[in-house]
Every structure is written in structure tokens, then in C-alpha cells.
């Protein structure tokens, strides 16, 4: 399975343990300074498959922003297997996140005027990792993990909404990084189709990756290990009446 391909040579910083601490954001707007987050603590282990939950403005985007390095945090930390990337520069962060993160976007961002296996293989080559004669045949079996292998050569436009979050899953796993990020994966789709893609995410976690989403939904967060409650930039622990008891939220111990 290629979801953890240990076929090609290991990416720096295997360990994709985060560790997040005393987070602040503030955004400067004509009105003035808006706090987005606040002194925010969050650790999520190696192979550790969390849900952040929280309504739209809650701040759950910001946080996702800040981690990947999309971001840079007003003050606080952000250390992923060790490495402190809210020091890193732009050459050295686009090396980073390219080596050991994967992004998945809630409106998918794949480039429409190329095909699907494209989409896959340009991941590959901006960074290197996997040689150029084999990254074409890498895209089709990402392609094929994920249930639309048919449709590779293809251009966006031409596959349903589901089908092109799924390209964007297995374009984030191009280079087999061990932390996946996922802006509201499943915030465009049916529920039916959203089930189907959380599947994916919980065959991810199987394969040791570590997963981190931002979600509106209960339901979808129900499907992680762990549920953290975000509310006005804050995190916050939450009840667990009506989620299922095995769940782990926010202050609480197994």
C-alpha cells in the first residue's frame, strides 16, 4: 500500500508529533486588531488521528494555517518532530512542509487545466523525493488506493466533487508524508460521500499516519480518536453527552 510507502527513502523528521504552545494570533484589520487565537496548547502524537471542532470563525483555519507554515503565529511555538518551523524561513519551510505534510483543502485546489495523474506528479516534482520515472506510475496507484484509478488522465472538471476530494487526498500523500492536515474535508460533500472519504482518513491512521482535521460537523469528528472543542480562538474541553464514550476530548483521560 502506498499510504506508507517504505519503498523510497525516508523524508527528514519522521516523528510528526506536534507540539503547539502559548499560540496568539492577531490579525490587523482597518476596524483594528482581531484575535483569532489565544494562547492556544495543542499536542497531538505520532499516528494520532484528532478532530478540531469548531463553528465557522471559531478559529479552527487559523490553527490549521499556523501548523502547515501557511501562517506565522503572532507569538507562541509550533514544533512538528521536533523541528520548530515558526523559525523557519520560506526556502526552508516550502522544503519542510513539501518533505513531511500533507494538505488536504476544504474546496479541493487541484489545477484544472492539467489531469488528475498531473495534479499527483507535480507534488513529486517540486520536491524531489520519489525518482521521475516512477512518479507517474505513483499518481495512478494513489489514484487506484483511493477508488478512482479510472479516471486519471481526466481534468477536474470532468469528475464529481467526492471524486476530486479524493484527488486531493492522494495528492497530499504524494510524497508519503507522515502528518496529513485537512481543512474541512468533507465540507462540500453529501453525507454519503463524506462517509466514504472519512473512511479514507481512518485507512490513513491504520498505516501509522498522524491526522489532524478541522470540522463543523459532529458527526465527522466523531470519527477521530480525539475531539477538541475550539471556540473564539480558544480551546476548550466539551461534554461528552451524546458522543460516543470511547471518544477522548479535551482535558480528559483514557
Known amino acids: 500500500m502506498l499510504f506508507n510507502d517504505t519503498s523510497q527513502p525516508a523524508a527528514s523528521n519522521r516523528d ?8 496568539n494570533k492577531i490579525f490587523q484589520t ?19 488521528f484528532v478532530a478540531l471542532l469548531g463553528k ?7 490553527l490549521i494555517n499556523m501548523i502547515s507554515g501557511i501562517d506565522k503565529p503572532t507569538a507562541g511555538s509550533i514544533e512538528i518532530g521536533g523541528v520548530a518551523i515558526h523559525k523557519l524561513n520560506d526556502d526552508q519551510l516550502a522544503r519542510w512542509r513539501g518533505r513531511n505534510l500533507g494538505v488536504v483543502f476544504q474546496f479541493f485546489q487541484l489545477l484544472p487545466s492539467i489531469s488528475l495523474i498531473e495534479n ?12 521521475p520515472e516512477g512518479r507517474r506510475t505513483r499518481a495512478m496507484k494513489l489514484l ?9 488522465n481526466k481534468v477536474p472538471a470532468k469528475i464529481s466533487g467526492g471524486q476530486q476530494q479524493r484527488v486531493a487526498i492522494a495528492r497530499a500523500l504524494a510524497n508519503d508524508p507522515q502528518l496529513v492536515l485537512a481543512d474541512e474535508p468533507t465540507g462540500n460533500l453529501d453525507s454519503q460521500t463524506a462517509s466514504g472519504i472519512m473512511d479514507l482518513f481512518e485507512e ?3 498505516f501509522g499516519k498522524t491526522l489532524l482535521i478541522v470540522t463543523h460537523d459532529h458527526e465527522v469528528a466523531e470519527r477521530a ?5 475550539i471556540h473564539e480562538g480558544v480551546l476548550e474541553t466539551t461534554s461528552s453527552i451524546g458522543l ?5 476530548h479535551a482535558g480528559q483521560t483514557q
Open 144 to 152: 487506484e488506493q483511493v477508488g478512482i484509478g479510472e479516471h486519471g
Open 120 to 131: 499527483i506528479t507535480l507534488a513529486m516534482d517540486f520536491n524531489g523525493i520519489h525518482p
Open 244 to 248: 460516543p464514550t470511547h471518544k477522548i
Open 225 to 229: 480518536d480525539r475531539i477538541i472543542d
Open 16 to 23: 510528526q508529533h506536534v507540539d503547539v504552545r502559548g499560540l
Open 30 to 48: 482597518p476596524a483594528g486588531n482581531f484575535p483569532a487565537l489565544h494562547k492556544v496548547d495543542l499536542q497531538v502524537d505520532q499516528g494520532e
Open 204 to 206: 490513513l491512521k491504520s
Open 56 to 62: 465557522s470563525g471559531a478559529g479552527k483555519s487559523t
